[in-house]
């Protein structure tokens, strides 16, 4: 038998006959408590040459936190509990070798365990039975009363009542365009055509759409392709000729009756969430309101001011009274300050809704002639003015000749301080009040030349 080590004993890893004893503890040799330790070992096979330096064995050597290795700074070594060595000590003593257990025993450890997991087992059996049988166990005997018979029957003024004759007039509209798509609302217009429906909806939700670029999408989930019958940017309103007949006409209501604090409800399809339902009051009336990305797309709007929740999407759908009447189109939500200029992510109780005549006066223009008609007085506004009231530009030409204003008696440089006994503090307060009027309306401005006040009669005319 060889003598690795040099001492003259025989290799306790051997047997008399010089064969590879297999239970011999791998890599110590009963005589040397800090023999190494090598994978190799482990199967009776001593490597060839020297030993790889860590990190070149498939199977790297087990990680020894108390082996003496390079120099590490004190604050970086992974010392278990915070436990260093003295200064100039030795590093901590190597623990003493495992002993290798025989085979028999381990094979004795995993039956007792088997035996345990299957006593267990049985016991627990056992003690549900037990349970199941007393008085902490199921109940199978125990049923429950069914609910009571319902009924989805509600008042016609309900909200409910409200929601439910008028959703299936309600339509969502999905458009797409040359700059993308996205998602508005709209409702069914009484004003049937030759195997089609109107819809009306507003202008920026169709804007810029493709040829054949409109789906209309019943609250049944029929769809349809809308075509734009005509579209005004001014009063952000559109109406959608679409190919079904059959959903019932919304009907329209009296705008010019509604109060504030009146009840009202909200349909549409905000986020492309179609036929939902939100209800509030009216917060406000005669809302002066601009919308658009440029002087083209300006909308004016003397809206209805209302704190039901209003979410992109819910553009173009209606909102209606108590009686279930459309007294408004919904348009435009406003931004909390800060904004920054960028789209609002969600309600937060201020929607602006096209009040009802405004809409069915323009609808009724795009269906006959495919434009709206806009009331003017023809005089420019000065928009650098600070002071009380709304100034017509102090310049010549401020006045159109032969105009409507001109015909009054306007002058550059007046300053109107209301309209119709109603006070103006900005010039978009003018041009919408202004707007929401018919052509051949007369208007009564009060107006301040020099330093008196004098009321000014004038007769608006169309536009073009």
Known sequence: MSDPYGTGAPDP???????????????????????????????????????????????????????????????????????????????????????????????????????????????????????????????????????????????????????????????????????????GSGFVLDAPTDGGSFVLTNNHVVAGAATDGIVVVFQDGQQARGRVVGADSSYDLAVVRVDRTGPRALPFGDSSSVVVGDPVVAVGAPLGLQGTVTEGIVSALNRPVTAGESQDETSYIQAIQTDAAINPGNSGGPLLNAAGEVIGVNSAIAALPGAGGQAPTGSIGLGFSIPSEQARRTAEQLIQTGRAVHPVIKVSLDGTYQGQGVRIVDQPGAVTPGGPGDRAGLQPGDVVLAIDGRPVTEPSELIVDIRAREPGETVTLSVRRGGETVDVPVTLEADG
């Not at 060839?48 to 590490?72: E, S």
């Not at 604050?75 to 915070?82: C, D, H, I, M, S």
């Not at 495992?98 to 085979?103: A, E, F, I, L, Y």
């Open 13 to 183: 890893r051997r047997d008399e006959g010089g064969r590879p004893d297999p239970w011999a503890a791998p890599g110590h040799d009963g005589r040397s408590a800090d023999g190494p330790w090598r994978p190799a070992d482990a199967w009776g096979q001593a490597p060839a040459g020297p030993q790889q330096p860590a990190g070149h064995d498939a199977f790297p050597p087990p990680y020894d936190p108390y082996r003496a290795g390079p120099a590490v700074p004190q604050a970086a070594r992974p010392e278990p509990f915070g436990l260093l060595p003295a200064q100039g000590s030795e590093p901590w003593p190597p623990p003493a070798p495992r002993s290798r257990r025989s085979p028999a025993r381990w094979i004795g450890a995993g039956s007792l365990v088997l035996v345990l997991g299957v006593v267990g087992g049985f016991a627990g059996g056992l003690l549900q039975d037990e349970l199941s049988d007393g008085s902490g166990g199921t109940y199978p005997g125990v049923s429950l009363p069914s609910p009571s018979a319902g009924s989805t029957q509600r008042a016609a003024g309900s909200v409910a009542g409200i929601a439910a004759a008028a959703l299936p007039s309600v339509v969502a509209l999905q458009v797409q365009g040359s700059q993308g798509s996205g998602t």
